[in-house]
């Protein structure tokens, strides 16, 4: 097996920023990283495609260019871990040796979960996804076409990464009917698995009055099991029936968002390196391994108790730099991340309410007004200055969240 001082699970957000602090400290042919995938995906950017602000492309960077040159490339999946031996294989049968790894494999999408859905979006214009590069493309030209009828925007069963994505698209395509002309031929339903609009008290007040004023109808608690495309029928579980009762609607179109759960080669892994999930078992604070103190996890593979964002991967990858050279130097992890994440709610083509909270969902805002108020400010903030923030700052390894801004545009009295 060839060795490493440090192996990389992922080049994605989690992967590639932790890469970039790596590389820049350890230099040349010292880090692995191990990814697959020919591009590397902005995926925040995938719900302004959906509405057709953007385009795919300028969320797409080719893998080679945007990971730090120093860094040697795998580009093979990873299969197997092996962290009694400090070894993981590959797909193409390669193993690899390290001191150190890094997990961030991000998190799998299960379209195949739902009976009749990947047909249905295979065959079906009217049957969309924002959460795959492929998908996406489909889901401005459904809503453009849109000449009335039903239009459901679901929620899944399982825990997913952006849970604000699945109402973000649903706000702009009520937005787009509006200003067309088609909005009084629309009967829009967002199905949700959760009992509430959103996780944190604040936003999810804010998010209520909006779904009544723009007359959007929430359905809780209702789980997509499966789409009959031809006949455009969707069924959904009712979560809360003792009798696993469902109920069956039409749809006209359809916006799907997938189940969603810890990457095969985890939950195949030995049993000590997850949790009863399959999500990488770490320290929320420290992020280190639980059981193996080598082994670090980033990113929407690990079992953190905070919403899965890139926003959250912005303030971990300096935490879990910072503690992986201590335990390097043989110190004790120092650097304690408080579960900060953030939600840009995009409300319309002009608005955005920008959630940010820790682990407890308390707010913990970065801006000195209120951001539960639909603004103008963020919604520019979300689309031209994140992308930005994303590609020259935090792939180089540059940005470790926004905390520095919110202390000084709090004098200091923030956490
Ligand atoms: P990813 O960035 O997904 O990277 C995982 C990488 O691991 C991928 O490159 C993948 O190819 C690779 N990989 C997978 N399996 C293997 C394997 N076996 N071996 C090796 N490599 C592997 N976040 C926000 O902060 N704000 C938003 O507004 C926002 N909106 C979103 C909207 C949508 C539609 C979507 C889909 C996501 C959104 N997110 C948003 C979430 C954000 O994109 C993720 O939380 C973030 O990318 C997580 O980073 P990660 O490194 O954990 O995973
Ligand atoms: C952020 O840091 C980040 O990572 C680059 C995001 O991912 C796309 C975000 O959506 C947000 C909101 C932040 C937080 C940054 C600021 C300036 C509030």
């Known amino acids: 097996a060839k060795h490493y ?27 692995a990283v191990v990814e697959p995938a020919k591009n590397h995906y902005y995926q925040p950017m995938w719900t302004l495609v959906g509405a057709g602000i953007k385009t795919v492309d300028q969320s797409a960077m080719p893998m080679e260019s945007i990971l ?64 795959n590069k492929d998908y996406v493309l489909k889901t401005f030209p459904a809503i453009k076409s849109f000449k009335g009828g039903n239009a459901i925007f679901t929620f899944p069963n399982t825990p997913i990464k952006c849970a604000g994505a699945p109402q973000k698209i649903m706000y702009l395509a009520e937005d787009y009917w509006r200003k067309h ?19 944190v008290k604040k936003y999810a007040a804010r998010l209520m009055e909006i779904v009544k004023k723009r007359n959007i109808n929430v359905n809780f608690r209702q789980n997509l099991v499966q789409v009959d495309h031809h006949n455009r029928k969707a069924v959904f579980q009712l979560l809360d029936s003792e009798k696993g009762e469902t109920e069956t609607y039409d749809y006209d179109f359809l916006h799907v968002s997938p189940p969603m759960s810890a990457p095969e080669p985890l939950k195949n892994s030995k049993a000590s390196m997850v949790d009863a999930a399959g999500f990488l078992d770490v320290h929320k604070e420290t992020l280190q391994h639980k059981t193996f103190p080598n082994i670090f996890g980033i990113g929407d593979c690990t079992n953190v108790p905070t919403s899965k964002t890139a926003a959250a991967v912005a303030c971990q990858n300096r935490i879990l730099f910072k503690n992986l050279q201590s335990v390097m130097s043989g110190q004790a992890p120092k650097s304690l991340y408080d579960g900060y994440t953030s939600c840009p709610l995009i409300t319309s083509y002009s608005k955005c309410i920008l959630a940010e909270f820790d682990f407890d969902g308390q707010p913990l805002e ?50």
Not at 377 to 390: A, F, G, I, R
Request: net charge positive.
């Open 181 to 199: 002309g088609v909005r009084d031929k629309v009967n829009i339903s967002y199905n949700t698995s959760l009992p509430v609009i959103f996780g």
């Open 5 to 31: 001082p440090l192996v990389i699970i992922g080049g994605g957000a989690g992967g590639c920023s932790v890469a970039s602090r790596a590389a820049r400290a350890l230099g040349a042919g010292k880090v």
């Open 68 to 131: 730090p040159k120093q860094c040697d490339l795998h580009k093979y999946k990873a299969v197997e871990f092996d962290p009694q031996n400090n070894t993981v294989t590959l797909s193409n049968g390669e193993q690899l040796a390290y001191d150190y790894m890094v997990v961030g494999m991000g998190i799998q999408i299960n379209y195949d979960k739902i009976k009749g859905l990947v047909e249905a979006l295979q065959q079906d214009p009217m049957v969309v996804s924002n959460y």
């Open 366 to 415: 970065t801006f000195p007004f209120d951001q539960g108020k639909e603004r103008r400010s963020m919604y520019h903030m979300k689309k031209d200055c994140m992308p930005q923030l994303y590609w020259s700052m935090m792939m180089k390894g540059r940005w470790a969240g926004p905390k520095i801004f919110r202390k000084s545009m709090h004098l200091g009295m923030s956490r």
